[in-house]
């Protein structure tokens, strides 16, 4: 692995890599079961330079931004790449976001080139909001057939310039990325992230789950994922390790790809992790009595000899059939992003393939707490990873409390907003919102929020204030998404959901068709963004002079009520 | 070739024996997350089903957003 403590910068340290580990094999792409592209690390800088040069010959320069919107492929890191070789700053987006949204975030983060997929610009190109981001000034697009209209932008596989780039060396306390934690709705949450954030997370990850040339690691998750950024790029790029970029997340390709390139680990979000499960509890609940009762037989010999650590090779050995389906190679799977229920990460374990539980947010870098397997804990998040301080403020009687956390890891503040960076920070700690406690072994055990949003299984943090446009004119008095959890407390990471708090005019009923308005706006959203119910209270909403929403207060009313009955299903 | 109104029928008839739910309960309006309790995964699934059936590739990325059988089905007609 390179010295990262050596480097000032994400583009220095990759830079270096591709030299470094030139012959070694850097990215593999397959699409189903298709393999398309299969580069060394020289062909990868064969890739990105000519894309660098063009990008300084069309005037791009240091800490110009340059936004990527693509799903999970090799060109999102040639492009990456290129960005840091030029000093860019890169504004990696959700690709699943609105087009509306995508202009949003293009125009807020003052974006002047675009990187993104045909299909995705088809969407783009004549959406409303595109005239609003005026910054942008080169689009460039991938994969687009021959002979169609681009509607101004250009390809991105013929903008390529035969000279050579020059590299643009960067500073450790400059910003590398703008990262949206969330805010498509009302106020944008870009987490500015320095390049010290990115080497000093790097530096720590690997001491606990390291990468070296041969080993793989298959991305499913769309590179923009802070997780995938570190393990599926930065990391295995600093370590000469091969990424294996899968461009479906159906369930019958990704369970292929393990055996088919001999992963050695992956990044998945829980909802994945559970489908991986349910797939293989399928096919043991299918074995006739006495196969099952010898593969139970043997799962709880390696539950025995795996208590204190994992011992990958006689986990191998016991249970042959099972590691060979996932390739024989995997070291662990690394599962983020949202909340794992403990039975799904002790399920794994028990076959004797470890999970890398953690526990991060944008703000903190990718992660904050990893469990280090010594031994392994499915009731935990882990321990703070080398340094990161977490500490528990103003804990209950039962040690829960709000957790803080400081390192070098922490992002400066948020973009354009200096007021929302003060409230997020207390004497250099940053809040994060989350409520947890400390067990005596120092493995932090998270137990709900103080915050007012929802985490989805599927990874995403979804803000009460980012759905309700959707709601706007709604025919009754005043309404207010919240976080169920939010209002009525609850002591549970899973099964988070939001609703949506209305006051009714005077005299007017929750009728039929105030309930099929409410389900068609709802049917608007994309379904992990819906409300799941509906709460009425019958008096004014709380508001500040300015006439905004008091949403504590509200939230503090809306307790009063009896939560089971309060909330109306949708 | 089929119309729209044939490839609906087809992608209804379809998730009803994928899901295994009752035969006539399923309509083009439906939302599938909702109505048959599905995650993004399992439509996932429906989609290969669906693929094999029409003998046609439909991209992950074509699909996101789309949530009832309706829109589902005019996906896979611009495709047929």
């Not at chain 1, 993104?116 to 909001?129: D, F, K, M, S, V």
């Not at chain 1, 403990?342 to 944008?362: K, M, S």
């Not at chain 1, 907003?417 to 207390?426: A, K, M, N």
């Not at chain 2, 009803?16 to 439509?43: M, W, Y």
């Amino acid at each position: 692995m390179l010295d990262l403590s050596k480097y000032q910068s994400i583009g220095a340290a990759l830079k270096d890599a591709l030299t470094t580990f030139a012959n070694e094999t850097c990215l593999i792409e397959a699409d189903r079961d298709r393999e398309k592209e299969r580069l060394t690390y020289k062909d990868f800088q064969n890739r990105a330079h000519p894309l660098a040069r063009a990008l300084q010959d069309a005037g791009f320069s240091a800490a110009d931004r340059a936004s990527i919107i693509m799903t999970n492929q090799s060109k999102w890191l040639i492009s990456a790449y290129a960005v840091f070789f030029t000093g860019g700053t890169l504004v990696p987006l959700d690709y699943k976001l609105t087009p509306s949204e995508h202009w949003q975030l293009l125009k807020h983060s003052a974006t002047k080139v675009l990187i993104t997929e045909y299909p995705i610009w088809r969407q783009l190109a004549n959406a409303p909001g595109r005239a609003t981001a005026d910054k942008v000034e080169l689009v460039l697009v991938t994969e687009a057939p021959a002979n169609t209209d681009l509607s101004g932008a250009q390809r991105w596989e013929e903008f390529r310039s035969t000279s050579e780039p020059v590299f643009i060396p960067r500073e450790r306390k400059d910003i590398a990325c703008i990262v949206y934690s969330s805010g498509t709705g009302g106020r944008p949450k870009g987490c500015m992230m320095t390049h010290e954030n990115y080497l000093e997370q790097c530096v720590a990850l690997t001491s606990l789950y390291p990468f070296w040339p041969g080993v793989r690691y298959l991305s499913i998750l769309p590179t923009n994922h802070a997780i995938d950024f570190m393990v599926g790029f930065f990391g295995p790029f600093t370590c000469g390790a091969c990424v294996v970029h899968l461009r479906t997340l159906r369930p019958e390709f990704v369970r292929e790809a393990f055996p088919k390139y001999e992963i050695t680990y992956v990044s998945l979000v829980p909802l994945v992790l559970k489908n991986l499960q349910k797939g293989l509890q399928a096919r043991f609940d299918e074995l006739p009595g006495t196969k099952r009762k010898i593969l139970n037989l043997f799962i709880g010999i390696n539950k025995a000899f795996t208590k204190s650590q994992p011992r990958l090779g006689l986990s191998r050995k016991l249970l042959g059939q099972i590691h060979a389906n996932f390739g024989g190679e995997l070291r662990a799977i690394i599962v983020g992003g949202a909340f794992t229920e403990p039975e799904t990460l002790q399920f794994f374990y028990d076959l004797g393939i470890p999970v890398a539980n953690g526990y991060g947010l944008t703000e903190a870098g990718t992660a904050i707490t990893v469990n280090d397997l010594h031994p392994f804990r499915a009731d935990t998040v882990g321990k703070p990873l080398p340094g990161m301080e977490v500490k528990i403020v103003n804990p209950a009687e039962d040690g829960v409390g709000e957790v803080y956390v400081r390192s070098k890891t922490v992002m400066t503040g948020y973009l354009n907003d200096p007021e929302l960076t003060v409230e997020t920070f207390s004497d250099g700690w940053l809040k994060t919102g989350d409520l947890g406690r400390f067990d005596q072994a120092g493995h932090l055990i998270l137990s709900g929020r103080k915050k007012n949003m929802i985490v989805t299984e599927e990874g995403k943090n979804i803000y009460p204030e980012d759905i309700e446009a959707v709601f706007e004119s709604l025919p009754v008095k005043e309404f207010c998404v919240f976080a169920a959890n939010y209002v009525w407390p609850k002591r549970s990471m899973v099964g988070e959901q939001l609703v949506l708090a209305l006051h009714l005019e005077n005299n007017q009923a929750f009728t039929d068709t105030l309930r099929t308005d409410i389900i068609a706006r709802n049917n608007r959203l994309l379904n992990y963004k819906r409300v799941h119910g509906v709460v009425l209270l019958d008096e004014d909403f709380p508001r500040t002079a300015s006439l905004k929403i008091k949403r504590n207060i509200l939230a503090e009313r809306l307790a009063q009520l009896d939560r089971s009955s309060a909330i109306l299903p949708l | 070739m089929r119309n729209l109104e044939q490839t609906t029928q087809e992608v209804l008839d379809l998730a009803t024996q994928h899901f295994r739910v009752t035969p006539g309960t399923l309509s083009p309006s439906d939302d599938f997350f909702k109505k048959l309790g599905i995650d993004s995964l399992q439509a996932l699934e429906l989609l290969s089903r669906l693929e094999n059936h029409f003998g046609i590739e439909l991209p992950d990325y074509e699909v996101q957003g789309v949530s009832n059988f309706r829109t589902l089905a005019e996906r896979i007609q611009s495709r047929l």
